[in-house]
């Protein structure tokens, strides 16, 4: 047993349970580190699910950022993180 591996305990922005955060976010900086201190494994499962659908969907291409930046945007708002910056009060 490596204890590094364990993934940390965190209060998940989403469902509002104590449970283990995302291991291995596929983002980067900021991103990478907000889910994993605010999403459970489990929400993060949920929305693997769902992000095909909404890849599918909206015919999201990530060769242009566009796509990548609207994506996170829908990520976002299912999981419950904060929008970025720009929103307003
Ligand atoms: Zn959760």
Known sequence: MTEDTEPTQIL??????TAS??????YPGELRGELQS????????????LEVMVINELQLNFMEPRSLEILVG????FLCLDA??????
């Open 38 to 49: 605010r999403v459970c494994q489990n929400c993060w499962a949920e929305w693997l699910k």
């Open 21 to 26: 955060g995302v291991v291995n976010p596929p």
């Open 12 to 17: 998940c922005a989403r469902c509002g349970e």
């Open 84 to 89: 970025p910056a720009e929103s307003d009060e």
């Open 74 to 77: 829908h990520m976002r708002e």
